[in-house]
């Protein structure tokens, strides 16, 4: 007959199995979202920039080229995304997940260099003066792209948000980035046709402005996870639940929650009965492990350090 020892190691052990697999096929997941968005960046480079040079239009090839910085982001994330699903070694304890923050951080910096260079395209074609209204093939490119990049988006943030995954997001949001250029990028093409040629450059500087928005609020996001700030305050209120209503429990403090990659690292300290066994501790421990693993999404390691409490 199992004793009770060898059920809670059972139990453990095919907790942990799960979250293995659960945690590989959303790395494939996401592996597959990436080679989506490269291949799909390439083929929408192509065509806006043939649009652009084609139809005469500075903002489109402006559009053109920060599709093709997309090119290159996702290939970044994929890349990281590789790096962050190796297991834990001696050199990197605590896993390769940072490998996505970092990755977000690089698609960012991607972001901001492409903002800068086409606000410099924009003002240098106005600086010119020499600004001819463009054809419409340019226009039919601004809508092919709007509608694509709005759908590339919102199926790779809805697939972001689901496995949790820092770099799948950022790439979501370069998707997001890209449809909204084209918005201007549209705006300012269909003006320039109705008889107002300088909203052609003009929409290529409100591109800029907002890539390099865009690109800010990726960086700020990254380095956050890369600094380990604190997870959002609900999170760390539902751990304190779940690892108070544990029998055995009396208190429970410094819970800290940070995220690498994916994933959430906790460390909590609890209090015991000081007249418990350090066995009985030691059990009370695996089960507040256990229940924070089955409580909460995501959650790759848990760090339970005990105190003891007089009854009094």
Not at 239 to 263: L, N, Y
Request: with cysteine.
């Amino acid at each position: 007959m199992i004793n009770q020892d060898e059920k809670k190691s059972e139990e453990l052990l095919n907790c942990g199995l799960q979250d293995i697999d659960r945690h590989k096929e959303d790395f494939k997941t996401a592996e597959r979202w990436a080679i989506i968005g490269v291949a799909g960046n390439i083929i929408l480079t192509v065509f806006k920039a043939f649009a652009g040079i084609v139809g005469g239009s500075s903002a489109m090839v402006a559009d053109a080229m920060h599709s093709a910085s997309d090119i290159v982001a996702s290939a970044v994330v994929y890349i990281s995304l590789k790096i962050a699903k190796k297991p834990a070694d001696e050199d990197h304890p605590y896993g390769h997940g940072k490998a996505e923050a970092i990755s977000s951080a690089i698609v960012g910096l991607m972001l901001v260099a492409a903002g800068f260079e086409i606000l410099k395209t924009a003002y240098e074609t106005i600086s010119a003066g020499s600004i001819e209204a463009p054809g419409i093939i340019a226009l039919y490119a601004a809508i092919v792209s709007i509608i694509t990049k709005e759908m590339m988006y919102r199926l790779t943030y809805k697939v972001g948000k689901r496995i949790n995954s820092p770099s799948t997001i950022a790439n979501a949001m370069d998707h997001r980035s890209d449809a909204f250029s084209s918005i201007a990028t549209f705006i300012g093409i269909g003006g320039a046709i109705l008889g107002y040629p300088i909203m052609d450059p003009i929409a290529g500087g409100l591109v800029a402005l907002f890539i390099l928005k865009m690109g800010y609020d990726i960086i700020k996001d990254a380095v956050n996870q890369i600094m380990d700030k604190s997870a959002e305050e609900e999170k760390l209120v539902k751990i304190k639940e779940v690892v108070m209503s544990t029998h055995g429990v009396r208190d429970a403090h410094d819970i800290r929650v940070r995220q690498s990659g994916p994933f959430y690292l906790v460390d909590l300290d609890i209090c015991v009965d000081s007249n418990v066994s350090i066995a009985e501790a030691h059990d009370i421990c695996d089960i507040v492990r256990n229940n924070v693993h089955q409580s909460l999404d995501k959650i790759h390691e848990v760090r339970v350090h005990v105190d003891p409490m007089d009854k009094e």
